[in-house]
């Protein structure tokens, strides 16, 4: 069977109104259950989604926390301001904040000018290639930290249309949440409980993980037609030995290494070799899985619905194929599923 490279294959329609703009809660969210061997789909509740996994499964989860990243403030004319970063950087030789950020609106972000973000002296360091701005902060790192506690905001996605509220800073943080770094959830971790997890164990069902931050390249958006042709921005990513060892040898035993989400999906197929072997391993990651590229470890996964023509829906693709997604997708819009971040998901497995 060919495959198409147009981008314009991967799209779907889709009422606005399924854009959940909050969440159904942990445990709480709908799973279609589409399975690899090509029999019929099923919808269920997430907490049942344990029934389908076996004693000797590995369970593969992203467990970066999300930071308060999103900041507010004034232009020297007084005009508003918006940051969102994407790192932190090396503090500068006075010991100030340094990050990476992508700003609102560019023009008054110009190297030398200096701003007023969240209460705090904002100086331009310099522009990046994909419009980014290096920020200096007239505080130091660690009272930075403070600043992001006190005035910073959740950074929703941006087809959430609404301002965030207290609420979201639990809502949009998953059960498996440990190292800050990420500005945007791995949200297919979002289905999970506790419960759930405790009832996976009890299974037999090991349960590994990695870090990455995610950063708002998630949601970057597919500008060619010929999609092999788009550049992934760079995401940073730990696999610790610990973990590396757990899924080798759940791997080794004949037991299913199963990612959530496709954050996790994106550094297991990073490390791995050709033969499907992990090593502990720390870096950068730009890895763009998209149909016609080839699994080397993982077997299935569980994901959100993602936006048309996204780099998300390429990777859902090359693991169940275009006709198969999409056929998915139309059928998550017949059953009114909530859709994207907040919404409900999908087991391929």
């Known amino acids: 069977m060919?495959?198409?490279?147009n981008l314009?294959?991967?799209?779907?329609?889709?009422?606005?109104?399924?854009?959940?703009?909050?969440?159904?809660?942990?445990?709480?969210?709908?799973?279609l259950h589409v399975p690899k061997d090509g029999s019929a789909s099923r919808l269920m509740p997430a907490v049942q989604i344990v029934d389908l996994f076996r004693a000797g499964d590995c369970l593969v989860v992203n467990n970066t926390k999300v930071i308060p990243a999103r900041l507010f403030g004034y232009k020297k004319s007084g005009g508003a301001a918006e940051v969102l970063l994407i790192q932190a950087l090396p503090a500068s030789e006075l010991n100030e904040a340094r990050w990476e950020a992508f700003v609102r609106p560019g023009r008054s972000f110009r190297i030398g000018s200096v701003l007023e973000i969240a209460g705090v002296e904002c100086a331009v360091e310099s522009v990046k290639e994909d419009g980014s701005r290096i920020l200096r902060f007239g505080v130091s790192p660690e009272k930075f930290q403070d600043v992001l506690e006190t005035k910073g905001h959740v950074p929703l996605p941006p087809y959430i249309e609404r301002e965030d509220d207290e609420s979201d800073r639990l809502a949009y943080q998953t059960v498996f949440a440990k190292h800050a770094g990420a500005v945007a959830a791995p949200t297919a971790s979002l289905h999970f409980s506790e419960e759930m997890l405790e009832a996976l164990r009890a299974k037999g069902v090991h349960i590994a993980e990695v870090t990455l931050h995610v950063g708002p390249g998630t949601f970057q958006n597919i500008q060619v037609q010929d999609f092999r042709?788009?550049?992934?921005?760079?995401?940073?990513f730990v696999l610790d030995a610990e973990s590396a060892n757990t899924i080798n040898q759940c791997k080794a035993a004949g037991g299913r290494i199963i990612t959530v989400?496709?954050?996790?999906?994106?550094?297991l197929e990073t490390v791995a070799t050709d033969?499907?072997?992990l090593c502990a391993s720390t870096g950068e990651t730009r890895a763009f899985i998209y149909p016609g590229v080839k699994f080397k470890i993982v077997d299935g996964m569980l994901t959100n619905f993602h936006w048309p023509r996204s780099s998300l829906i390429l990777l859902v693709s090359a693991m169940l194929g275009r006709e198969r997604t999409l056929e998915a997708y139309r059928f998550a819009?017949?059953?009114?599923?909530?859709?994207?971040?907040?919404?409900?998901?999908?087991?391929i497995l």
């Open 2 to 5: 060919s495959i198409s490279y």
């Open 8 to 31: 314009s294959d991967y799209d779907f329609e889709f009422p606005p109104a399924l854009i959940a703009q909050r969440t159904a809660g942990k445990g709480r969210t709908r799973i």
């Open 229 to 236: 042709e788009h550049r992934m921005h760079g995401e940073r």
């Open 261 to 267: 989400g496709t954050t996790s999906t994106r550094v």
């Open 275 to 277: 033969s499907g072997v």
């Open 333 to 347: 819009v017949q059953a009114e599923l909530q859709l994207f971040s907040y919404g409900d998901g999908m087991l």
